[in-house]
């Protein structure tokens, strides 16, 4: 195998360009995005609204359910299951959010990374053989949505109900007991780790690989320390 020196800003690019030039317009050949919205699940009420707005592409984050045999990774006949679904309201698959749960040893260092590094490149391969040209990722070891991290509801326009945060909610709060203190340094080690393996691989399958943004964008979390919360973070990232 030849051996190249990738930067990660030069391997985000190969794979946007591979995300993205499908998407050229037939007739004036300009850049056109793919529009879509974000899906928790597959059920046929879900898909049929997709539909209904119009929309043509799927990003699935509710990927619970694609691993139909549990068997820790997505093989091309449990995406190819998922296109199915899709196709049956014309609609195309162009992401998977990859599980929480697959990149938790990872993010916490657990003795049992690495077997679950490999089924996510095994995941990955799967993908990019049924043409499945994006892929998801958090990097976020204190994930959470409750008034634990300092959400809340707030009442809205109509009788909806808004998610609000409030930082100073939880200001004060002691580490997490499952996580306890967590350094930057030892999240951007960790994540390098990660990344060290599944970059190459995602690259060589065609996947682009899209990191979904911190939420809440702060600092620090409840002794969990953050990166990539501002735009100087992310740029010095994709640079190194």
């Not at 509710?62 to 820790?72: A, L, S």
């Not at 299951?81 to 697959?102: D, F, N, R, T, Y």
Request: hydrophobic share 40%; charged share 30%.
């Amino acid at each position: 195998m030849t051996e190249m020196n990738w930067t990660r800003r030069s391997l985000l690019r190969v794979a946007a360009a591979a995300f993205f030039t499908p998407a050229l317009t037939r007739a004036s050949g300009a850049w056109m995005p793919r529009v879509s919205e974000n899906l928790g699940d597959l059920k046929e009420d879900t898909l049929a609204w997709l539909a209904q707005m119009g929309l043509e592409w799927v990003v699935l984050q509710g990927t619970d359910e694609v691993d139909r045999n549990r068997k820790g990774y997505w093989s091309e006949e449990d995406i190819r299951a998922v296109q199915e679904k899709c196709a049956a309201h014309g609609l195309k698959l162009a992401s998977l959010m990859i599980p929480l749960a697959w990149l938790t040893p990872a993010m916490l260092g657990k003795p049992e990374r690495d077997p679950a590094i490999s089924n996510i490149v095994r995941s990955i391969r799967a993908g990019g053989k049924c043409g499945v040209a994006m892929f998801e990722w958090r990097w976020s070891p204190d994930f959470k949505w409750g008034d634990d991290v300092g959400y809340f509801d707030e009442p809205g326009r109509g009788g909806a109900v808004y998610k609000a945060f409030d930082y100073s909610r939880v200001a004060g709060k002691p580490p997490f007991e499952d996580l306890g203190a967590i350094s930057r340094e030892t999240v951007r080690e960790r994540m390098n780790y990660f990344l060290e393996r599944v970059l190459p691989a995602a690259d060589e399958a065609g996947v682009r690989l899209s990191l979904h943004p911190k939420d809440p964008p702060v600092k620090s979390m409840r002794g969990v320390e953050r990166i990539l919360t501002n735009t100087d973070q992310i740029e010095e990232f994709v640079d190194s």
